[in-house]
């Protein structure tokens, strides 16, 4: 009953997919980090479907990889894009670790932000109308991606003593294990992405020792941001296959 409490958090966090209702006491969000690849799952499925339909209704792939990609936003409420966009305006918006802080926290988008979602949104379209195999590529990103999150949260410590950050410090060596199998699996697998996942390690890799630099840790923004820039290597890797 646990891991199912679990994979339901998961899904309310990551998704605005209904998830049903968590039993007292709810477990912590570190707890349901293994089941983050299980919400890409989903959000990936219903993008390929729609995806799928748009390609067997004869529309461009372009057109129908904008689609996919509006039901991905859609489904999770922009939550991975607002985390980039706050990153881009904090890191490269501030003059130092409290300014580039204050500046995440700000709901407003500046110019950094504006930028960051416009070549996000860009190279996940981009990839996605070229590759070979558009819906298996959505699904198996999709729970790729959403490893850079629970890795993050083991390796950096929470630059923030309160937060979404905070509340994400402390998941175990086991959780991250299973989520590294659960997300990792069907890429290299189904999508013969080993390439993929190397790249997407590298990508987030950079992202942690940025963030170790100019913050000193990870934020809900720096994990949200992993999601983005580890699915954008995955799809560009797959689609120069």
Known sequence: MSRLAEARLA???????????????????ADAAWAFPLAGLAVGVVAAAV???????????????GLALATQIALTGGLHEDGIADLCDGFWGGYDRARRLEIMRDSRIGSYGALGIVLSVGLRWAALAAVPEPATALI????????????????????RADGLGHAAAEVD??????????GLVPLVVFAQGFAAAVLAAL??????????????????????????????????????R
Request: net charge positive; hydrophobic share 65%.
């Open 203 to 240: 990508a987030v890799t950079a992202l942690a020792l940025i963030a170790k630099a100019r913050i000193g840790g990870q934020t809900g923004d720096v994990l949200g941001a992993s999601q983005q820039i580890a699915e954008i290597a995955v799809l560009i890797t797959l689609c120069a």
């Open 51 to 65: 995806m799928s339909l748009a390609l067997a209704a004869g529309l461009p792939a372009t057109v129908a990889a």
């Open 140 to 159: 198996v990103a999709a729970m790729a991606s959403r490893v850079a999150p629970v890795a993050l949260m083991a390796w950096l410590e929470p630059a």
């Open 173 to 182: 060596g086991l959780r991250v294990a299973a989520a590294f199998v659960i």
């Open 11 to 29: 899904l309310m966090l990551l998704s605005r997919l209904p998830a049903g209702r968590l039993p007292e006491p709810a477990p912590r969000f």
